[in-house]
């Protein structure tokens, strides 16, 4: 891909580049710290390209908002903190049925409540998860980099396209806030992955022998959408059999798309005595003890960042627990994710949490002592 010169960028602004770069020409939202770069930045540039930039009266209509935006054809991204992305889980939930395409931003902020709004945090990834009622599928990107960001958020409008899926983008205030080099494709150079323009002749907005596109409201054919189970067609149901193929189908596209959906990074010896697994801002500080203890002192220690945390990788972190005895899994919270790496390593290594919630990064010191118990 032709890139030019390194830019430095701030990560809601990586974000907000990484969007447009992917065709996206519509935002709404609520300004919230740490997250309000990204909207002010794309109160900057999308009227330039010929977008639509509007600030909501509140987080909820921000999100029915971008609903609304991409069943009229338009990919469409809202970005939040906090608070504000509860008050979307509703809407969040109506577009998983309904099968809408968007990108919800939520820029992590530390604790409950209005909580430190300025300080970082990974609270929200079983909210993530289970913010929105129901036995529903979900994607979400935790980047650990600036770059990361730009990219990963490409990726998230790619894949909420394709797979008529609501994506989210689960950054934290310190990769929100920080500056570091990326490099941008060549002016005009989008990296959209374009939907099918061949609807076929029978087009089922729903149909359930695999993925269909989305044909906006008011280009030759009618639909019905609705947050009720629904069949082919969209047309409420309650018959049982069609409410289980509706919930299935949900599923299914994401369990068959895996392979574009869940993407992890692993440095660090090829059989690790030690492993670290960690997502987000507290990657870098995993990967500053990896580069001392590997690169520097050829200890048997590695790194698996996970970029996706949901799909949760289980497939990644089983096969990382056969290798290693002992997996850190350091998290800026009092313990969520750890207890997905505990499910899938199934008992084959010893999982060990290290959380942090002052409103503080973990830093490499901690993970240095911790990693000292194992290691010389």
């Not at 990974?122 to 650990?144: L, N």
């Amino acid at each position: 891909m032709p890139e030019k010169k390194p830019v430095l960028m701030q990560g809601n602004e990586a974000c907000a580049e990484g969007a447009i770069s992917a065709g996206v020409r519509f935002y709404a939202g609520y300004p919230i710290t740490p997250s309000t770069e990204v909207a002010e930045h794309m109160a900057r540039r999308l009227p330039e390209l010929g977008g639509v930039f509007i600030q909501m009266e509140d987080e909820i209509a921000g999100m029915a908002a971008i609903i609304g935006a991409s069943i009229g054809g338009k990919r469409a991204i809202t970005a939040t903190s906090g608070p504000g992305f509860s008050l979307k889980q509703e809407n969040i939930g109506y577009a998983i049925m309904a099968e809408i395409p968007c990108v919800i931003v939520n820029v992590q902020r530390m604790g409950p409540s209005t909580g430190v709004p300025t300080a970082p945090s990974q609270g929200d990834v079983m909210q993530a998860r289970w913010g929105t009622h129901g036995d529903h599928p979900i994607i979400a990107f935790s980047p650990a980099s600036v770059y990361e960001t730009y990219y990963l958020t490409i990726a998230a409008v790619n894949l909420s396209q394709k797979l008529r899926q609501p994506v989210i983008m689960l950054l934290d205030e310190v990769i929100g806030h920080m500056r570091e080099k990326v490099l941008i494709p060549d002016t005009g150079k989008l990296m959209v992955e374009k939907s099918s323009d061949n609807v076929p002749a029978d087009w089922k907005p729903y149909d359930e022998k695999g993925l269909t596109p989305l044909v906006p409201f008011g280009f030759g054919h009618y639909y019905h959408v609705t947050g009720l189970f629904h069949d082919q067609y969209g047309f409420p149901s309650g018959d049982p059999e069609v409410v289980k193929r509706a919930l299935d189908r949900l599923h299914d596209k994401l369990e068959k798309y895996r392979d574009e959906i869940v993407l992890t990074n692993y440095v660090g010896h090829k059989e690790p005595r030690v492993a670290f697994v960690t997502y987000g801002c507290s990657v870098r500080s995993a990967r500053a003890v990896v580069k001392k203890a590997y690169w520097q002192n050829r200890w048997p220690v590695g790194l698996l960042s996970l970029q996706t945390v949901w799909p949760f990788p289980g497939r990644e972190v089983e096969a990382l627990a056969r290798q290693a005895d002992v997996i850190i899994v350091p998290e800026l919270n009092r313990g969520q994710l750890v207890r997905e790496v505990e499910r899938y390593s199934r008992g084959q290594a010893e999982v060990v949490p290290v959380n942090r919630y002052d409103g503080e990064m973990i830093t490499p010191d901690q993970l240095m002592e911790v990693l000292g118990r194992w290691l010389p």
